[in-house]
């Protein structure tokens, strides 16, 4: 194709599309950064926040930091569906970070939350989804969210998990980055 007499070519400026679910865990607040990163990096990226995570870090900087509106009520624009349902526009559901609670919910099909919403939709919808906890690991270790993280490994979600110093860590966001690049190249099964 030409442009002013120059040949260039073609290039298809779609980018790939991250929902971040965020959760009430003070890791929350390495989410701005994460964000900055991911758009950084090229990916679209949109925000879904639980009630108690907008009790952790602000609406406002997640809107700033993904340039999108954030999703913190599911509204008659069905938002879940839009993003993670069959058709929907998310390659990825990015759940970080995700708390105790939300793990177990999501293992059980309990959506209370838009965050957990969202999930319901994704699975039901085979879209990808990566999940990275954070917690004190006597929280990870009960063995009912043991239990609950193992069912959600078996469905195919990917954990990205860092032990260190008695707990589940915000991995570096590095590591976070490169393994949304890899499941995001990875071929539908
Ligand atoms: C300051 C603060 C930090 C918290 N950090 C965590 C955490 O790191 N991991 C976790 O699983 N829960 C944590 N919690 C508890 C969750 O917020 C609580 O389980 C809540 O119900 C989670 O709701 P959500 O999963 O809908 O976001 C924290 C609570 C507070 C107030």
Known sequence: MRINNEIV???????????????????????????????????????????????????DAMEWASEHKVVDKISGSVEHVYFCGVNGIADMFLICPCTANTISKIACGIDDTPVTTFATTALGSKKKIVIVPAMHICMYNNPFVAENVEKLKKQGIKFIEKFEENKVKFPDIDEIVRVVKEEISKKEI
């Open 9 to 59: 070519y073609y290039m298809d400026v779609k980018k790939p599309v991250i929902v971040i679910g965020v959760c009430g865990s003070v890791a929350a607040v390495e989410d701005v950064k994460l964000i900055r990163e991911l758009k950084r990096q090229n990916f679209d990226v949109n925000v879904v926040m639980s009630e108690n995570a907008k009790n952790i870090v602000g609406k």
